[in-house]
């Protein structure tokens, strides 16, 4: 850290350059690259390039150099940004927000938990167990998080297919104490199919690969991947993620956050059931489509704590309402094989919007009074979904592009806003940017 501070290459912030154009810009930012400096300011803003290895940048040696410094006194830098937000947070008493954003692949996620972390560390370091308990709570919510709602695609081994937007709460000394996490946009048909050479959902390997004999057997479970058909696709890839200790971590996480035992065994029967849901085929007796393998269904209603004659009704008819009557109609074949994926992905939805509102109940702020304590304020991190495009875009995929383009031109325009009240705050001669 100390070379870095004395040796900075090329410009440390866009703002500096003599010229400003795409291939300027980018030679600069291949220099700072080239050099290990993924980070550069445009003004306020840091752009990252991300390394795909690990760098020794993020230590308490680091964290100590930023704190309380001012934006500019130190090189670019993802903590810079961290400790601006939280001083302004702490200074004005007004919520801020802290918005990453970028292609798939570019280390969102991970700049997200670098933050929290940082966040983390600089906050008191209070004797009070109320706090500690916070900071662990909402350190550990990552992983399970992620086991759920992330997965390996082609450009990235640990993408997150949801977007997050996490609000940290503080108390008027600037001590975290409590969050709420709102989840968008789940990818939820990654469940039922998923493009060449990715995964689904990493909890589905996690389960499968790290779960004890004992818990199998109870899930009716073998650890043989390509057993299942919602995961046979990914079930041979090479992936940087270890799933069997994964799932250890992810268990213990749950457990400290304070996931009751029974509900640890609930999420797994739900997987386990999702897996098996899977391996349903439909045969087709004259025009009646029929359940191909019952002993499943048998299952999948023990897991689901449900009758299996509900589960084959579930599958094989839908209730259609005419007028006052309301009649069950036979699927066809390939409605049954629709509506099994559907079921597949709603059931998948709702455990993943589960966890998250059990996630919240326990990481919500409690018993603050701010008649007593002062205003709480609020630092919010949104990390949202990558832009991508397929060879095969689903709907999904149009929602995850058109709501990165929205919230690009939101950031755009308010950047232009500020910059363009501040030239004429100080009477400086520009060409004016009309704001759509």
Known sequence: ?????????????????????????????????????????IGEVVVSVNPYKLLNIYGRDT??????RELYERPPHLFAIADAAYKAMKRRSKDTCIVISGESGAGKTEASKYIMQYIAAITNPSQRAEVERV??????????????????????????????????NFDFKGDPIGGHINNYLLEKSRVIVQQPGERSFHSFYQLLQGGSDQILRSLHLQKSLSSYSYIRVGAQLKSSINDA??????????????????EIQTVYKILAAILHLGNLKFVVDGDTPLIDNGKVVSIIAELLSTKTDMVEKALLYRTVATGRDIIDKQHTEQEASYGRDAFAKA?????????????????EVKNYDTTVHGKNTVIGVLDIYGFEIFDNNSFEQFCINYCNEKLQQLFIQLVLKQEQEEYQREGIPWKHVRLL
């Not at 964290?63 to 309380?68: L, N, S, T």
């Not at 250890?248 to 029974?262: L, Q």
């Open 135 to 168: 900071k662990n709570m909402l350190l550990k919510s990552n992983c399970v998080l992620e086991a759920f709602g992330n997965a390996k695609t082609n450009r990235n081994d640990n993408s997150s297919r949801f977007g997050k937007y996490m609000d940290i």
């Open 347 to 363: 059931i998948y939805e709702r455990l993943f919007c589960w966890i998250v509102t059990r996630i919240n109940d326990i990481i």
């Open 1 to 41: 850290m100390a070379e870095q501070e004395s040796l900075e290459f090329g410009k440390a912030d866009f703002v500096l350059m003599d010229t400003v154009s795409m291939p300027e810009f980018m030679a600069n930012l291949r220099l700072r690259f080239e050099k290990g400096r993924i980070y550069t300011f």
């Open 63 to 68: 964290i100590e150099q930023y704190k309380g």
């Open 245 to 262: 200790a994964e799932f250890k971590v992810v268990a213990e996480a749950m457990k400290v956050i304070g996931f009751k035992p029974e």
